[in-house]
């Protein structure tokens, strides 16, 4: 490091307020700080504004029904199709513009453009596909595929038709495909051959089919040939499972009118865990979802339709379908979709596309921060990347000294950098800075986007001083949250309004949405969101449910208990740590080990792999039965031990710790 280095870095660890660049304030989509109060006096019709960036068939009527809250209606009698949104609507125009730049992971050229014309004619001819095959209106079609251009162009699809689609990550697992499939009751699967990971073609039919085997209905299959080799391609072809290619071909040239769709319709289904064993089908619908993607792709991203946008999520997760396909799309730019891993064939990866697409912004997961800084700059500093105008990230708390490095390594200093805090149950973005407007404080979000009524709170619902902390809520409904979980308005009331709300009343001034994050606020109002206050854990911006790890380990032959914690991680920010209990006559030996690791992956795919697991023959318990979870989050991070006088079992947490430990 030259000594001007030192000095800038210096001053950047002391610096704990960043004011957005000029330059980047001269060309903003959103500018004027008014907007904050303007949103407030003209609450809920501020929210026009997300709207008419969206092309409607049928005006709507009223911008908020919250008669009967919390089941709240966006944009009541309006009516749109999100397909046509995306696509049709930029024909004229931009229909010789690339919608997608989609890059994949082999680097001999295996790249497509889709301008905007050939992505609308692709998803003509597939949407005429999936009607060939019988799916209507209102029919869940399940996604299971990786980061290649069917991806979007399935959704999209499935949009013009009317058909919710469920996308399942392609890293879950064969059982957590099944598990989707059934729980959606989802007749229709797309899927595909294989794909590539570091150099290498994985198989993914089989994990599909094996999910498939546990299904209790039947269900119809089209598959991509990413591979396209005759001998990669499965040969266990029955009537119900269908070429992708072959489907295109019969339907040459189709055109199929996008269906009106109600803006309270079901856009998607996505499944998300929560704090049992039973993921939850969160439902977005088409209007609400769509005007908050959109709006949030041009406030806080400054998505412009000339520019070549980069978010390197996986649209497996809401991320990706909000701000890789939805969004972007929605507002006529250029989306970067890459298949691989931004470590393959090194680390030069995702530096050498930025500069070849010339990418203006790029929105990444703290994870990834984190490895890029421990890779060193040398992978950045050989290539230009000053098409950059902005930096986002999203997924997990970014600690501040990542955010600056981020900021001057990625940024140069010359890019605003938004945190945005927001939830698959939100649909979009919620707590971040606008990027052209007020400072930007590394390591907190920033205050809620304007509209959005956010707070910090204690255990009774009260606001907490600044720089305590206590729980996140949202005071008031947003265009682009859930609707409900899917045929389940029990549990959507149980996990998200009832802890802060009162469910007798049915004004919606009494109804608090509780997103089960800890959180502190500011004397400016600047959010920090501390993680998840439920047993959910963030592994590298993914989310798991302790439980769902905890019954694909009870699940494996000779465990009878288990308990899953998250402790702390360098990269990761959380790893799963899991301690078992075995059964009589089960030896605690490396074969078990290798079986219990083994069972995750099973069950739900290899982000959810243990990171230690560690054998004892209790778990700390209350008196009244309840493991102790903070204290094996103390042993994982080797942390010093809380009070362990409530336990019924004190003298079993030194054992674990020598355990831990020695493992
Ligand atoms: O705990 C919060 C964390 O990620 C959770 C939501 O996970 P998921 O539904 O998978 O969506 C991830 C992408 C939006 C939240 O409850 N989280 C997300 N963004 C942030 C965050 N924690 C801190 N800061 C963030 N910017």
Known sequence: MSETDVELEARLAEQDAFDPPESFIQQANVTDPEIYQQFEDNWPRCFEQAADLLSWTDDYDQVLDDSNPPFYEWFVGGELNASANCLDRHLEGRGDEPAIEWIGEPTDEDNRTYTYSELHREVNEFAAGLRALGVEEDDVVTLYLPMIPELPIAMLACARIGAPHSVVFAGFSADALGTRLEAADSEYLVTCDGYYRRGDPLDHFSKASDGLANVSHSVDTVIVERLAKEDQIPHNWTEQTHSYATLLEKHRGATVEPIGRDAEDMLFLMYTSGTTGQPKGVKHTTGGYLSWAAWTSHAVLDVKPEDTYFCAADIGWITGHSYIVYGPLALGTTTMMYEGTPDYPDRNRLWELIETYEATQLYTAPTAIRSFMKWGTEYIESHDLSSLRLLGTVGEPINPRAWKWYYKHIGEESCPVVDTWWQTETGGMMLTTLPAIGEMKPGTAGPPLPGVSADVVDVRGSPVAAGEAGYLVANKPWPGMLRTLYQNDDRFINEYWREYSNTDSDDSADWVYFPEDGAKIDGDGYITVLGRVDDVLNVSGHRLGTMEIESAIVGVEGVAEAAVVGGDHEIKGEAVYAYVITEDGYK??????????????????????????????????TRSGKIMRRLLENIANNDELGDTSTLRNPDVVSEIQQKAQSN
């Open 588 to 621: 605690e030996n490396e074969d078990l080990r290798e079986r219990i690791v083994a069972g995750v992956e099973d069950a739900i795919g290899p982000i959810a792999r243990p990171e230690a697991v560690v054998f004892t023959p209790e778990l700390p318990k």
